[in-house]
């Protein structure tokens, strides 16, 4: 398995938006976004100026059904 990298999160929005996700709501400083046709849902929060952290990532990608590995490729 790769290491994940450390990334903001516009870029895990982008890799969401590659996926298929759309932004359903925000809620906060939390983005909801889901997948129109898995029905599957993913929360990213969004702190301007700070990055997400491993395991934050790791926790998103994995509601997100989305493996590290594929997460690298996309980026």
Request: hydrophobic share 35%; proline share 6%; no cysteine.
């Given at each position: 398995m790769p290491k994940l990298p450390?990334?903001?999160a516009r870029k895990l929005i982008k890799v969401l938006r590659k996926k298929g996700?759309?932004?359903d709501h925000s809620t906060g400083?939390?983005?909801i976004f889901r997948h129109?046709?898995?029905k599957l849902r993913a929360s990213v929060p969004i702190?301007?100026?700070k990055d997400l952290g491993r395991g934050l990532t790791l926790a998103i990608l994995k509601d997100a059904k989305i493996t590290p590995?594929?997460?690298v490729t996309l980026l």
């Open positions: 450390v990334v903001s996700f759309e932004l400083s939390h983005h129109p046709l898995t702190h301007h100026g590995k594929e997460f």
